[in-house]
């Protein structure tokens, strides 16, 4: 599904890669990635990336290749990781970055293990947002919504993962055709639409 997605100050036109799309050129790509700040670096400049967010075993960025298609690289620390991952869904490589131990990301707790996986397009389950760009009072109705008829789904999860929380689920933004709730939004550009909404943990053990 082509999607709007905020890099910075510029909102891309982009789509989520799929495993046959991840390439010898991705993995390659990704291994040699550096950082400067929150941003990673890679060695064509075509390619951007975005901080999602760290915990304390792994910092996540989305990731546009030179073709607009996004993924999540996850730069993980061996030294505090449980094996935190994304239930059910696609992961397209696990890489060791040669050069991690020597600085070559500076700013993280990384000891060099990458995973790069499918990106999760959504928000957190403790607020869907009317709007990418800013939090309005609509997005507290719509939350209360979507709980109406995921909140047993969301139970389900706590009882089969145990570490879940209202940070590592989403309610997924999806394409009118898959399964899910529909609701109105707002998405990156600015244009209203119909989406489905379905919810997905993305960080459990």
């Given amino acids: 599904m082509p999607m ?8 891309v036109r982009a789509e989520k890669i799929t495993r046959d799309q991840f390439s010898p050129e991705h993995r390659n790509q990704v291994m040699r990635l550096g950082a400067d700040g929150d941003a990673l670096l890679f060695p064509d400049p075509r390619w951007r990336s975005v901080f999602l967010g760290a915990g304390e075993e792994k910092a996540a960025h989305l990731v546009r290749d030179h073709d607009a298609r996004v993924f999540v690289v996850e730069l993980i620390d061996e030294r505090s990781y449980l094996n935190g991952r994304l239930a059910d869904g696609v992961y397209f490589a696990t890489l060791r970055h040669a050069g991690a131990e020597r600085g070559a ?18 928000y957190e389950w403790s607020r869907f947002q009317w709007r990418p760009d800013r939090r309005r009072f609509v997005d507290h109705l719509l939350t209360a919504y979507l709980r109406t008829w995921f909140t047993g789904r969301y139970q389900e999860y706590r009882v ?9 689920v989403l309610f997924e933004v999806r394409p009118l055709a898959a399964r899910g709730v ?3 939004a707002r998405d990156a550009s600015g244009a209203w ?3 489905k ?4 943990p993305v960080d459990v053990r």
């Fill in 4 to 11: 709007w997605v905020a890099f910075g100050d510029a909102v």
């Fill in 105 to 122: 990301v500076p700013g993280r707790r990384f000891t060099g293990l990458i995973k790069a996986r499918e990106y999760v397009h959504g």
């Fill in 197 to 200: 909404v379905g919810v997905r």
């Fill in 160 to 168: 089969r993962f145990g570490d879940v929380h209202e940070r590592n």
């Fill in 193 to 195: 639409r119909l989406v």
């Fill in 182 to 184: 529909l609701v109105p």
